[in-house]
């Protein structure tokens, strides 16, 4: 009887394959099916095409002659590749000191962005007190009010403090916003409360759970707030024009607009090759951090 018995691992090789569920036959696909799929993919090429489109005229722009870059009809590709442009850029212009003041503004803004906005929605999404929700709709109530609305008062406010025409000025201004809180606190609310309940149990203060236990599991949302703080600051134009009044903190974009005037008689293609300029930090952020952007992006607004 003991020879007819099978080995363990045998035994357990057959007990495995008959729990497995049977292979699945893949399904035909029907033509119409082929064909809506194969069209879809098109649409999406067409699309993607018609996104890059302008990106890619800027940068063959950048390397064509002045006269060439608003020809008729227009020429995708350059018959002569004038690669001095990029030379000229920074002999021409104070192109340095530009992207110094704008990494400066961009890197400052974005971390306080992160940190105040972070810590305030800890406070709205795990601390209970009187008008807790009625503040939290007011102050994200204010993303709907124009910043044009209260923009002189604003301005006189730092004038008074004695910041203006500096580039703290501008640090003050958007060190705090109401998306950031608001994008934080509905990733905060995906947490289980029960991290926070075991943490208070064990002694931990509020300040330690924000900092030892939120931050760590809301990795994906502050690569997303800081990646669109980052974008807004170095894409801002109106901030720094009203209050940046001398060319010694002038950013990227003062900067650029200062080629389109009779100081350098509107060198388009110098001007596209200031832009290309411009665009590379900004496409090489969104490539390092793309995964947890649209991670953090997509789990925001979900809970349980």
């Not at 760590?216 to 170095?234: C, M, Q």
């Amino acid at each position: 009887m003991t020879g007819l018995l099978a080995p363990p691992e045998d035994a357990r090789a057959l007990r495995k394959l008959a729990d497995s569920p049977p292979p699945r036959t893949p399904r035909a696909t029907s033509p119409w099916r082929r064909t809506g799929r194969i069209g879809l993919y098109l649409v999406l090429i067409v699309a993607a095409a018609g996104l890059f489109a302008p990106f890619i005229w800027m940068i063959t722009s950048s390397l064509k002659t002045s006269n060439e870059v608003f020809s008729i009809p227009v020429t995708w590709v350059p018959e002569i590749f004038v690669w001095n442009n990029y030379v000229e850029i920074w002999t021409k212009s104070d192109m340095l000191t530009w992207l110094r003041n704008t990494l400066f503004l961009s890197v400052v803004v974005t971390f306080l962005q992160v940190l105040t906005g972070s810590f305030a929605a800890y406070g709205f999404a795990r601390i209970r007190f009187p008008g807790r929700d009625a503040l939290f709709l007011v102050y994200i109530g204010t993303i709907a009010v124009p910043w044009q609305s209260y923009m002189i008062p604003q301005f006189i406010l730092l004038s008074e403090l004695k910041v203006s025409n500096t580039l703290w000025a501008i640090v003050l201004l958007q060190a705090f916003g109401a998306f950031g809180v608001f994008l934080m606190k509905q990733f905060y609310e995906t947490i289980p409360e029960d991290l926070s309940e075991a943490a208070r149990l064990d002694g931990l203060s509020e300040y330690g759970i924000w900092r030892r236990i939120m931050l760590p599991l809301s990795i994906p949302a502050l690569a997303s707030l800081a990646l669109l703080t980052f974008v807004n600051t170095w894409n801002d134009y109106l901030g720094p024009l009203i209050y940046l009044r001398n060319p010694d903190l002038w950013t990227i974009q003062l900067g650029l607009k200062s080629f389109v005037s009779s100081l350098y008689d509107t060198n388009y293609a110098l001007l596209f090759a200031g832009l290309v300029i411009s665009v590379i930090p900004i496409a090489i952020i969104f490539l390092l951090g793309q995964k947890y952007f649209v991670e953090g992006i997509a789990t925001s607004g979900m809970k349980g």
